[in-house]
């Protein structure tokens, strides 16, 4: 057979060639390349403009004070926002992230005061729940083989139950915990904006997650099992492995989001975040991180979350109900994920 007869007809050869000569000529198509070899500079693009308008709308926006609360504010969110891109990066989706970090902040909580167990073995309690909590949605999702969807939206309710068994429905308040609970929620001043502990512990996770998914070879097998599965076995990958210790990490990423949690509010509440896991599935895939698997940046994630807390201070500033706030929210999802496709068709 000759080489003309494998590739095809001359004229269909001539005519594919000039589509895709016009498509990458285009300057719309250049911008979607673009995006689709820097996934976090949309975001970033959209963080800028949030600012300005947000600024020039309302002056008390830019003042050190609004900037602080914003970015104690998206410590919580940003955190979680860790855990859902490892999951979101494997072709998967958490609806527990928020459900599993209350638990396991109460779970803190309620050992230390209530227990009188010391403050570092409290935390080490909540990290070994958030653990348990993640293996066992790794357990279903490799060993059952069920949809990530599905197996989040029931652990979901389980560890809702759990938190309000758990805790009769109390709050714990922060002035009954040992100092090292709440130290997180601890402020200091940079340039006039004054920084919790919990934002820096929230920025040191994103280093030492960036820095494991780009230069590790776990962090090539998470990105390889997300953009295709079948292909990364073939490749000799343990994809069941790797996903069981995607949903481990997220689980120990979650109680430190427990504990940052604490800090911020100086309280543990059964009730808090009710908004966290659909906020930090925005926060991804505003970020840029696709929600098919395989492409996204760990910075674009908190580039998201930066732009979720701006959003709902902003337009909380120009005097628009929580509820015209939510639904904001819910067009940038449907606008990150139209974008999302529409960077996904970039020809190769």
Known sequence: MTEQQTAGPPAVRKTDLAEEFLDRSTPLSRIRNILHRYP?????????????VFGILNDRFLRPENLSL?????????????????????AGIDLSVGAVMVLASMVVAQTAVNNGVPAILALLA?????????????FLVTKLKLPPFIVTL?????????????SNGATVRGSKMPDLLTW???????????????????L????????ILGKTAWGRHVYA??????????????????????YLAAGAVLAAGAWIQIGRTNAASPNAGVDLNLDSITAVVIGGTSLFGGRGSIWGSLLGALIVGVFRNGL??????????TLAVGVLVIAAVSIDQWIRKVKS
Do not use: C, H
């Open 204 to 211: 040191l996770l994103y280093g030492v997650v960036a820095f």
């Open 154 to 166: 029931g652990t979901l309710n389980i560890f809702i139950a759990l938190t309000l068994l758990y």
């Open 40 to 52: 976090a500079m949309s975001p970033a693009i959209v963080l800028l403009l949030a600012v300005i």
């Open 70 to 90: 914003i970015t104690q504010q998206v410590a919580v969110i940003g955190t979680l926002a860790i855990a859902q891109t490892l999951i979101i990066l494997t």
């Open 184 to 202: 997180t929620g601890t402020t200091f001043p940079i340039g006039g904006v004054r920084i919790s502990i919990g934002v820096v512990m929230m």
């Open 225 to 246: 099992v997300g953009d295709d599965k079948e292909a990364a076995r073939l490749a000799g990958i343990p994809v069941n492995r790797v996903l069981m210790s995607v």
């Open 316 to 325: 909380s500033l120009a005097g628009l109900d929580v509820l015209y706030q």
């Open 126 to 138: 909540g990290l070994a729940v958030a653990l348990v909590a993640g293996a066992l949605n790794g």
